[in-house]
């Protein structure tokens, strides 16, 4: 009984370990779609204003947000509320000493807005690391998959944080403008 005691305290030990790495990765909050096995962000969110009001709102939070808006906005149908836009940037590490250390490569998404009075939807689909070719962030993000590597999991974490970032300031950016008083003096 003596000498089996290590071995289950070894086992012990190793059955936290997995729980706390699984745990880990469930961090990385990457919502997958289960019908097509995608990354999928999509979300109504309500918000003031009738669909017009809410997809020019939506352009000028893109304008703010990024450099090249413009450049990145592929469909504006103001008519049927649809805004869809093709996203690129750089994903950076930074060393322990917080300083930037490269460029850990480069990631592509697309945005797609979709507006009616009251409300509207964001979806955020098709995450790629752009090299040079084109390759699927899922295949990163599965254990089981041949291009997993768990030295990926700090860019994986990066990538997740700028998602839920754009998320955030999507949605401050949507919110109705306070009207400003005349300064009737």
């Not at 097509?36 to 893109?62: C, D, H, N, P």
């Not at 480069?106 to 009616?116: D, I, P, S, T």
Request: glycine residues 4%; hydrophobic residues 35%; proline residues 2%.
């Amino acid at each position: 009984m003596i000498k089996k005691c290590p071995i289950l305290l070894i086992l012990l030990f190793a059955m936290a370990a997995n729980i706390s790495l699984a745990q880990e990765k469930d961090s990385l909050n990457f919502p997958v779609d289960e019908n097509s096995g995608k990354i999928k962000y999509q979300e109504v969110v309500e918000a003031e204003g009738k669909s017009v009001k809410l997809f020019y709102r939506a352009i000028t939070w893109m304008n703010k947000y990024w450099d090249n808006a413009r450049g990145m906005i592929k469909k504006q149908d103001k008519v049927n509320g649809i805004l869809k836009a093709h996203v690129r940037f750089d994903i950076k590490k930074y060393t322990e000493s917080g300083e930037l250390q490269n460029k850990a490569g480069r990631l592509g998404y697309v945005l797609k807005l979709e507006f009616k009075d009251g409300r509207y939807r964001y979806t955020i689909t098709d995450l790629q690391l752009l090299k040079t070719s084109k390759y699927p962030l899922e295949r990163w993000i599965d254990p089981k998959n041949t291009y997993y590597d768990q030295r990926d999991e700090e860019v994986l974490r990066i990538i997740s944080n700028e998602m839920q970032e754009v998320i955030k300031s999507m949605k401050e950016g949507m919110k109705k403008e306070k009207e400003q008083k005349d300064d009737d003096w």
